[in-house]
């Protein structure tokens, strides 16, 4: 009789096992994946510690144990139809990396397990992968156990694959050996050669250690690693089941209270009726995932692993409706899986408050939905049966969930229950019209901006109010957090959403100025703050993500703003008040703002003027602000009503409305304007001034874009690198690039002159003497030819050329260049008084080679992509000059 060891106790065991052999215990990782894509969720106790294995990352020892929390839903439609399958579970293991390898770890299983838990060595049966003669060896010749309890494993011939070597595509891999216990003939299936391997639940598979020794190509090739590792795997709630002897994990202590809580919340008992078996086993291990998910900051949501929570929180919620239990029920069970796991898991006791409020509040939504919609859904079945369908169409399915929601899953879990499916392309269809429609009706601006649906939900006494006028830095209390489309209680690594607090030093995006960047911390997390935007209800959202760590409503932060950055903002600002003086001064008053922007890069100010300034006067405004920049005026802000600000002459917004009262900021007595934005203390904090562009936006209104302080010193630094780079091509120096530049500029206009007479010498010798085929029609000579590979200019000197000898009369050359044909023709005076006129013979003539042009009665060209028509084109000519010479 095996000793009956708690799971609790179990794990504290294990670890304290492993540390005694010089194994750093570590705490589980997050059930969300920090820096790895490839994964959803932690679903193997090796999964967080990927970047040790691949060398990512320096472990911080090479000898490492952990009891880890994981999760997976690849069979979830199973979890509660059998005892066997579980969404949540906990991973025991010991890993090494590049220290110890197949003889410590093979000796140290036996150990834990025939030792520390003194199970009867009789009773356990190694697996080996069939080839791996070096595991037998250590099996049979050091541990002592018979080679006749020893199972091989191979590869299936036909698809090369084998449960005892693991590896996945290319990369490390390598072979495995497992130790299996016989639970006895009770747990059998009956036969003579049950053995270990065989599907029923007598040899149950304890532990699983992982020989990472090559590297595979991916194509059955494989090298030795010079560093292997150790990758060890126990489930701790299968080896609960053989240390308490008891039927499956659903009766382990941890969970049978769990157990025995849904049987209490529902009156029905346990292995009476396999219906509510079913409930009984799935509400057990779905509150287990879902308190889990939750303290580790995974929230509901309709994506990602938001959704794979609000899935098994809402079937957890109706299989208690099938069961009875009536209202919310979740939170009290889960509150038996923190008083079950604390021991292992204190964070869970430390977040108890949330974690039940964020079930309650879960299971309080689907309900006000669930009864309507399994009404609708048991319409839509019966209609169904009447039909003699046994599909239910995608948009029955797609309204289910849009406006009941119900996962599509839970849907099709409850059809199948009938016998029924769903028509999965259609509901598809149906989603992706509806992203599209959201996509369309969403305005361009900023990632969950000012005008996003989702702050609407939040409560209105809520109120945010700015610090940041004097400083970068505050403390203040979470109010809020959104994410793109509901107010959650909490965010986690790599989520993404805003937060909203009374007091913050962020600025929030407003009146052209760019809202601020910068972090928010609190004792459990780090979030990036990449954008700053004023919400309903005078509220500020800092957008951003979270960095690590999770993030919940109610905790105390800190908020630090991007210095550097907020500095090159107010720069900007700053130097904006002194250009719209300086355009003032030298254009005149009429100038006003129509519109600004400055971030930390650049500064665009738009304003009313009604011709392109000169440079002159571009270079004149530049000089006036650098020149107050220079004089380091003091930057003062002062709070007045607007008459007495009016009174000061400080310069309002045309068109803008202002509150009872306002800022207004002065640079000396130079500049005063009415203004709620962020600026420098002292112009001299500017440094500099540099006018990028000027240009015309609308009708009236002109745009200057410029850059301040080190964008300044950076925009010269690049313009003095291209020069360089300028200079080096031309092989000179900067100092005499402009020397240089001007030589070679007439070098390439006296080669262009030369080019031009070669080209038209090649022109006349290719056209050659065609004096003789001049034909006359009524009195008009007529002079067609064609040429290879002449442009149009070149048609043309020729065509001056031809007529200075032909006297009066037509002229049409044509020329065959690069596969496009080009047109010209010309009409003397006398032949036009006759009738001619080039521009209807061009049109003549460029229809026979696939093209079209015109001009005037005395010179016209075509082009065309026809050259094999060129023949035709000239014949067309001479036909239509017969027609309208007379």
Same mark, same amino acid.
């Given at each position: 009789?095996?000793?009956?060891y708690?799971?609790?106790?179990?794990?504290?065991?294990?670890?304290?096992?492993f540390?005694?052999?010089?194994?750093?215990?570590m705490?589980?990782?997050?059930?969300?994946?920090?820096n790895?894509?490839?994964?959803?969720?932690?679903?193997?106790?090796?999964?967080p510690?990927?970047?040790y294995?691949?060398?990512?990352?320096?472990?911080?020892?090479?000898?490492?144990?952990?009891?880890?929390?994981c999760?997976?839903?690849g069979?979830?439609?199973?979890?509660?139809?059998?005892a066997?399958?579980l969404?949540f579970?906990?991973?025991?293991?010991?890993?090494?990396f590049?220290?110890?390898?197949?003889h410590?770890?093979?000796?140290w299983?036996?150990?834990?397990?025939?030792?520390?838990?003194?199970?009867?060595?009789?009773?356990?049966?190694?697996s080996?992968?069939?080839?791996?003669?070096?595991?037998?060896?250590?099996?049979?010749?050091?541990?002592?156990?018979?080679?006749?309890?020893?199972?091989?494993f191979?590869?299936?011939?036909?698809?090369g694959?084998?449960?005892?070597?693991?590896?996945h595509?290319?990369?490390?891999?390598?072979?495995?050996?497992?130790i299996?216990?016989?639970?006895?003939?009770?747990?059998?299936?009956?036969?003579?050669d049950?053995?270990?391997?065989?599907?029923?639940?007598?040899?149950?598979?304890?532990?699983n250690?992982?020989?990472?020794?090559?590297?595979?190509?991916?194509?059955? $090739? &494989?090298? %030795? #690693? +010079?560093? *292997?590792?150790?990758?060890?795997?126990?489930? =701790?709630?299968?080896?609960?089941?053989?240390?308490q002897?008891?039927?499956?994990?659903f009766?382990?202590?941890?969970?049978?209270a769990?157990?025995?809580?849904v049987?209490?919340?529902?009156?029905?008992?346990?292995?009476?009726d396999?219906?509510?078996?079913?409930?009984?086993?799935?509400?057990?291990?779905?509150?287990?995932?879902?308190t889990?998910?939750?303290?580790?900051?995974?929230?509901?949501?309709?994506?990602?692993?938001?959704?794979?929570l609000?899935?098994?929180?809402?079937?957890?919620?109706?299989?208690?409706?099938?069961?009875?239990i009536?209202?919310?029920?979740?939170?009290?069970v889960?509150?038996?899986?923190i008083?079950?796991s604390k021991? $292992? &898991?204190? %964070? #869970? +006791?430390? *977040?108890?408050d949330?974690?039940?409020?964020? =079930?309650?509040?879960?299971e309080?939504?689907?309900a006000k939905?669930?009864d309507?919609g399994?009404g609708?859904l048991?319409?839509?079945?019966?209609?169904?049966q009447?039909?003699?369908?046994?599909?239910?169409?995608?948009?029955?399915?797609?309204?289910?969930?849009?406006?009941?929601?119900?996962?599509?899953?839970?849907?099709?879990e409850?059809l199948?229950?009938?016998?029924?499916s769903?028509?999965?392309?259609?509901?598809?269809?149906?989603?992706?019209?509806?992203?599209?429609?959201?996509?369309?009706?969403?305005k361009?601006?900023?990632?969950?901006?000012?005008?996003?649906?989702?702050y609407?939900?939040?409560?209105?006494?809520?109120?945010?109010?700015?610090?940041?006028?004097?400083?970068?830095?505050?403390?203040?209390?979470?109010?809020?957090?959104?994410?793109?489309?509901?107010?959650?209680?909490?965010?986690s690594?790599?989520?993404?959403?805003?937060?909203?607090?009374?007091?913050?030093p962020?600025?929030?995006?407003?009146?052209?100025?760019?809202?601020?960047k910068?972090?928010?911390?609190?004792?459990?997390?780090?979030?990036?703050?990449?954008d700053t935007?004023?919400v309903?209800?005078?509220r500020?959202?800092?957008?951003?993500?979270?960095?690590?760590g999770m993030?919940?409503?109610?905790?105390?932060?800190?908020?630090?703003?991007?210095?550097?950055?907020?500095?090159?903002?107010?720069?900007?600002?700053?130097a904006?008040?002194?250009?719209?003086?300086?355009?003032?001064?030298?254009?005149?008053?009429?100038?006003e703002?129509?519109?600004?922007?400055?971030?930390?890069?650049?500064?665009?100010?738009?304003?009313?003027?009604?011709?392109?300034?000169?440079?002159?006067?571009i270079?004149?405004?530049?000089?006036?602000?650098?020149?107050?920049?220079?004089?380091?005026?003091?930057?003062?802000?002062?709070?007045?009503?607007?008459d007495?600000?009016?009174?000061?002459?400080?310069?309002?917004?045309?068109?803008?409305?202002?509150?009872?009262?306002?800022?207004?900021?002065?640079?000396?007595d130079?500049?005063?304007?009415?203004?709620?934005?962020?600026?420098?203390?002292?112009?001299?904090?500017i440094?500099?001034?540099?006018?990028l562009s000027?240009?015309?936006?609308?009708?009236?209104?002109?745009?200057?874009?410029?850059?301040?302080?080190?964008?300044?010193?950076?925009?010269?630094?690049?313009?003095?690198?291209?020069?360089?780079?300028?200079?080096?091509?031309?092989?000179?120096?900067?100092?005499?690039?402009?020397?240089r530049?001007?030589?070679?500029?007439?070098?390439?206009?006296?080669?262009?002159?030369?080019?031009e007479?070669?080209?038209?010498?090649?022109?006349?010798?290719?056209?050659?003497?065609?004096?003789?085929?001049?034909?006359?029609?009524?009195g008009?000579?007529?002079?067609a030819?064609?040429?290879?590979?002449?442009?149009?200019?070149?048609?043309?000197?020729?065509?001056?050329?031809?007529?200075?000898?032909?006297?009066e009369?037509?002229?049409l050359?044509?020329?065959s260049?690069e596969?496009k044909?080009?047109?010209?023709?010309?009409?003397t005076?006398?032949?036009?008084?006759?009738?001619?006129?080039?521009?209807?013979l061009?049109?003549?003539?460029a229809?026979?080679?696939?093209g079209?042009g015109?001009?005037?009665?005395?010179?016209?060209?075509?082009?065309?992509?026809?050259?094999?028509?060129?023949?035709d084109?000239?014949?067309?000519?001479?036909?239509?000059?017969e027609?309208i010479?007379?």
């Amino acid at each position: 009789m095996n000793k009956s060891y708690g799971v609790n106790e179990l794990r504290r065991m294990y670890l304290e096992f492993f540390e005694s052999k010089g194994h750093l215990a570590m705490k589980s990782f997050s059930l969300v994946p920090h820096n790895d894509n490839s994964l959803l969720l932690i679903n193997a106790g090796m999964a967080p510690l990927k970047p040790y294995f691949t060398g990512q990352e320096i472990p911080p020892r090479r000898r490492v144990t952990t009891c880890q929390k994981c999760v997976r839903t690849g069979d979830i439609e199973n979890v509660g139809k059998t005892a066997r399958h579980l969404t949540f579970f906990e991973m025991l293991g010991n890993f090494s990396f590049g220290d110890y390898f197949k003889h410590e770890a093979i000796a140290w299983s036996w150990e834990f397990l025939t030792k520390v838990l003194e199970l009867d060595p009789e009773r356990l049966y190694p697996s080996i992968y069939g080839e791996d003669e070096e595991a037998f060896d250590i099996w049979t010749k050091e541990v002592g156990v018979p080679a006749e309890k020893i199972t091989r494993f191979y590869r299936d011939p036909e698809t090369g694959e084998c449960d005892n070597f693991w590896e996945h595509g290319a990369g490390p891999c390598g072979p495995c050996s497992e130790i299996y216990y016989d639970r006895g003939e009770k747990y059998g299936c009956g036969s003579p050669d049950c053995k270990v391997g065989c599907e029923c639940d007598r040899f149950m598979e304890v532990w699983n250690n992982v020989f990472t020794q090559f590297n595979g190509d991916g194509h059955g $090739g &494989y090298e %030795e #690693l +010079e560093n *292997k590792n150790i990758d060890t795997g126990m489930g =701790l709630e299968r080896l609960a089941v053989v240390m308490q002897d008891v039927d499956s994990v659903f009766d382990i202590d941890t969970m049978k209270a769990i157990r025995d809580k849904v049987c209490d919340l529902s009156g029905k008992k346990y292995h009476v009726d396999e219906m509510d078996d079913v409930s009984i086993r799935l509400i057990t291990d779905h509150i287990r995932s879902s308190t889990f998910l939750i303290s580790d900051g995974v929230m509901p949501s309709n994506e990602g692993r938001g959704y794979v929570l609000r899935r098994i929180i809402r079937r957890a919620a109706r299989h208690g409706r099938m069961l009875g239990i009536n209202g919310t029920f979740l939170a009290k069970v889960a509150q038996v899986v923190i008083d079950e796991s604390k021991d $292992g &898991y204190p %964070e #869970l +006791e430390e *977040k108890k408050d949330f974690i039940l409020n964020v =079930l309650t509040k879960e299971e309080e939504k689907f309900a006000k939905t669930i009864d309507q919609g399994l009404g609708i859904l048991a319409e839509m079945e019966e209609k169904m049966q009447k039909e003699g369908r046994k599909e239910l169409s995608g948009e029955d399915a797609f309204k289910l969930y849009d406006t009941y929601g119900f996962p599509i899953d839970l849907t099709a879990e409850i059809l199948e229950e009938k016998g029924f499916s769903y028509d999965d392309a259609g509901f598809e269809k149906c989603m992706e019209k509806q992203r599209q429609t959201a996509r369309g009706a969403r305005k361009e601006t900023n990632y969950m901006g000012a005008d996003a649906d989702v702050y609407n939900d939040i409560d209105s006494d809520i109120t945010t109010e700015f610090s940041g006028y004097d400083k970068t830095t505050d403390s203040s209390e979470i109010a809020f957090i959104t994410t793109d489309s509901e107010v959650v209680d909490a965010i986690s690594d790599g989520d993404r959403g805003s937060i909203i607090v009374p007091v913050t030093p962020f600025y929030a995006t407003m009146g052209g100025q760019q809202g601020d960047k910068g972090i928010i911390e609190t004792a459990d997390g780090k979030f990036v703050v990449e954008d700053t935007v004023k919400v309903v209800g005078n509220r500020y959202a800092h957008v951003g993500y979270v960095k690590e760590g999770m993030i919940r409503a109610g905790e105390k932060a800190k908020l630090i703003v991007d210095p550097a950055g907020r500095m090159r903002t107010c720069r900007n600002h700053s130097a904006t008040h002194l250009l719209q003086k300086a355009l003032r001064e030298v254009l005149g008053t009429h100038v006003e703002q129509a519109g600004s922007y400055q971030d930390g890069e650049r500064t665009r100010f738009d304003f009313s003027h009604f011709s392109a300034m000169t440079a002159e006067e571009i270079q004149k405004v530049e000089d006036i602000v650098n020149e107050k920049i220079a004089e380091g005026l003091p930057v003062k802000t002062d709070i007045m009503t607007v008459d007495e600000a009016k009174k000061t002459g400080a310069m309002a917004l045309f068109g803008e409305k202002y509150g009872e009262k306002v800022r207004v900021v002065s640079m000396g007595d130079y500049s005063k304007e009415f203004c709620g934005g962020t600026h420098v203390k002292n112009t001299a904090d500017i440094i500099t001034f540099k006018i990028l562009s000027e240009s015309g936006v609308a009708a009236g209104v002109r745009r200057i874009e410029a850059i301040t302080g080190d964008n300044v010193f950076a925009y010269y630094k690049k313009l003095e690198n291209e020069l360089n780079e300028a200079a080096k091509v031309v092989k000179t120096t900067p100092a005499k690039l402009v020397e240089r530049l001007n030589h070679l500029t007439a070098e390439v206009k006296e080669l262009q002159s030369e080019n031009e007479s070669l080209k038209s010498k090649a022109a006349k010798d290719a056209l050659g003497d065609v004096m003789d085929k001049v034909r006359e029609i009524n009195g008009v000579k007529v002079l067609a030819s064609s040429v290879v590979g002449v442009d149009m200019n070149g048609l043309r000197e020729l065509g001056d050329s031809l007529k200075e000898k032909l006297g009066e009369g037509v002229i049409l050359l044509a020329s065959s260049n690069e596969g496009k044909v080009n047109l010209i023709a010309m009409a003397t005076e006398e032949a036009m008084k006759k009738g001619a006129h080039a521009g209807n013979l061009i049109k003549a003539a460029a229809s026979k080679v696939g093209g079209g042009g015109g001009g005037r009665p005395n010179m016209a060209q075509a082009g065309g992509k026809n050259p094999a028509g060129i023949n035709d084109a000239i014949e067309t000519v001479y036909a239509e000059l017969e027609k309208i010479i007379k």
